[in-house]
């Protein structure tokens, strides 16, 4: 099932082009210079329930402005936005309900009271049955460590603590759809992994939809099964990391250590093939046509393998060399 629609969807933001000076200000009285920038151009995909969507793209692209429009933040200019069959800006009441969302640049609890009150306050706001709160919360406190922080006010908490606590308040209510604009910027790898851990496992459990979005590539590569690439507002990529990998990705290189001087390896050098060979081990390059299973075959003919490893590009350089090549 489709859980989320978008199509053709567009924001502009009107920039008032400021001049200094009091004769300017006094100008703008009366008449105000404005430019239109269009942040999100056009961009349509359809999420469905279960899937862990990974939406990346460089800084500017417009991924928070997607993800403001989709949780009803912001209205668009142009397009239409379904999430569990709601309008999100139009009902942002029931939205609020079928939604979670983090904002890991902002915080969006209350800084003075503790994390359990918040807890309390959001329990009412959605309300939740008792038995319903008390299953959420020892499963957040239980995931998340917060034992020994839910008595201490917001403010007093460290960053990583509070990231903890932040994800846990958007989820408390159990959301069928969650939004993670970069919920693990400035963490430790501790945390990192945790956060990681959690979204695969209410992912699993309770088969929540969710859209990450993080410039830690291996983040997505360890949790998103598709990925979302924009860039200057239009979407440029949409499909599964797979596809991905096997579409950009231009060069592999294979190494292989033999228990002896390499032989008749040199009838493997083709256009696709490239052999570099260092005493007893092999670095082979070969386009993506091929397949390394075929290579290391041909060379255990005449040699005996010893270990071999597969280097195929990462997903860092892909996506460092998608966002290269549009900008040249
Ligand atoms: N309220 C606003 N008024 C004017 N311009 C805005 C506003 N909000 C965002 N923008 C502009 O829209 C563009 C996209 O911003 P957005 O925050 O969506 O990018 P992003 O992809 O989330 O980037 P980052 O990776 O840095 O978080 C930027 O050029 C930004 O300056
Ligand atoms: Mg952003």
Redesign the pocket.
């Known amino acids: 099932m489709e859980i989320i629609k978008v199509k053709n969807l567009c924001k502009s933001?009107r920039?008032t082009s400021k001049e200094h000076g009091l004769k300017a200000a006094i100008k703008s009285l009366f008449k105000s210079d404005y430019t239109i920038?269009e942040?999100v151009k056009n961009i349509s995909f359809n999420i469905s329930e279960g899937e862990i969507i990974g939406y990346i793209?460089?800084?500017?692209?417009?991924?928070?402005?997607?993800i403001k429009m989709l949780t009803g933040i912001l209205v668009p200019s142009a397009g239409e936005v379904s999430v569990c069959g709601i309008l999100p800006w139009n009902q942002r009441i029931d939205n609020g309900f079928n939604i979670g969302v983090v904002f890991g640049q902002r915080s969006q609890l209350w800084w003075d009271i503790p994390v359990y009150d918040t807890f309390n306050l959001l329990s009412k706001l959605y309300k939740l049955s008792k038995e319903n709160y008390k299953r959420n919360l020892s499963l957040i406190i239980d995931v998340f460590e917060l034992k020994d922080l839910l008595h201490i006010p917001v403010r007093q908490l460290s960053l990583g603590q509070r990231m903890r606590a932040e994800i846990a308040s958007a989820i408390i209510h159990n959301p069928k759809v969650l939004y993670l604009d970069?919920p693990t910027i400035g963490l430790d790898i501790v945390i990192k992994r945790k956060i990681r851990e959690f979204i695969k496992r209410i992912n699993k459990d309770f088969n929540t939809t969710i859209i990450l979005?993080t410039?830690d590539v291996s983040e997505i590569e360890k949790v998103c099964n598709r990925v979302i690439v924009i860039d200057k507002g239009e979407l440029i990529y949409d499909d599964s990391l797979k596809q991905l990998k096997d579409r950009f990705s231009r060069i592999n290189e294979i190494e292989i250590k033999l228990d002896n001087a390499p032989q008749g390896i040199m009838d493997l050098q083709s256009e696709n093939i490239n052999i570099r060979v260092k005493e007893h081990t092999l670095k082979v390059k070969y386009s993506k046509e091929i397949k390394p299973i075929d290579i290391i075959n041909k060379v255990a003919i005449n040699n005996k393998i010893l270990d071999f490893n597969i280097n195929e590009n990462d997903l860092e350089e892909i996506i460092h060399s998608i966002y290269v090549a549009r900008n040249n």
């Open positions: 933001f920039i920038k942040v793209g460089p800084n500017g692209a417009g991924k928070s402005t997607t970069e979005t410039h």
